[in-house]
Structures are given as structure tokens and as C-alpha cells.
Nanobody
Framework: VQLQASGGGLVQAGGSLTLSCAFS????????MGWFRQNPGKEREFVAA????????YYAESVKGRFTVSRDNVKNAVYLQMSSLKSEDTAVYYC????????????????????WGQGTQVTVSS
């Protein structure tokens, strides 16, 4: 599996940005997808996840109501729409994938995700 994240950039507080993650190498519709973020010296933290069908989504409390995760099983891509951005959302954002046959639909523990993209920087200026 290869994951390629894109869409990061510099945005003002209160603004919006959409991240994309292109998936290749396996059958996309058999993988749950997730987004994590990380700042230097800090742990990589869970942001959002979506089930392999797209019927279930999950969010960290800090982004609920502001971020929306979605997927397109035809384009083999997952997206993270971010709105009402805050300075504390500044981080490198990573997409991740895990097989749908895992017992848990998703996990907030980064160790339970099998594949990772290279990350894309999001900087929110206040």
C-alpha cells in the first residue's frame, strides 16, 4: 500500500483547507482510513477516521464539528475537510490505512494502523 497526502499549506485562523490522500497498491474499499497529526516533540495524535464503506466516521473531540472526513472508493482517495481552523491545528498531517478485517472499525492508537503517508504540513496563522 502506498499513501500520498497533499493539500497542506498556510491558512489564516478561521479559514478552511482540504487535505487529500491518494491510495494505491491494494483494493482501497477493503481498508479503513484515518488522519493523524503531529508536532515536533509531541506524539502523533488521532484526528479522524472513516470505515471502509464510508458509512461510519470518527473524530477526536478537538476537531468535532469543524473537520469532516470522507472517501471516494472510485477515485481511491480519502479527504479531510478542515474549517474554522485554529492555531492549535498547526501540525504535519498524516493519512493512514488499516485492513477492514481488523476487529475494531478504527483505532485512535497510531500503532494499530499499518500504512502511512509521508505527511503534509498545515500551518494556521493567528
Amino acid at each position: 500500500v502506498q499513501l500520498q497526502a497533499s493539500g497542506g499549506g498556510l491558512v489564516q485562523a478561521g479559514g478552511s483547507l482540504t487535505l487529500s490522500c491518494a491510495f494505491s497498491g491494494r483494493t482501497f474499499s477493503t481498508y479503513g482510513m484515518g488522519w493523524f497529526r503531529q508536532n515536533p516533540g509531541k506524539e502523533r495524535e488521532f484526528v479522524a477516521a472513516i470505515s471502509w464503506t464510508g458509512s461510519s466516521t470518527y473524530y477526536a473531540e478537538s476537531v468535532k464539528g469543524r473537520f469532516t472526513v470522507s472517501r471516494d472508493n472510485v477515485k481511491n482517495a480519502v479527504y479531510l475537510q478542515m474549517s474554522s481552523l485554529k492555531s492549535e491545528d498547526t501540525a504535519v498531517y498524516y493519512c493512514a490505512a488499516r485492513p477492514a478485517y481488523y476487529a475494531d472499525t478504527y483505532s485512535e492508537n497510531r500503532e494499530n494502523w499499518d500504512y502511512w503517508g509521508q505527511g503534509t504540513q498545515v500551518t494556521v496563522s493567528s
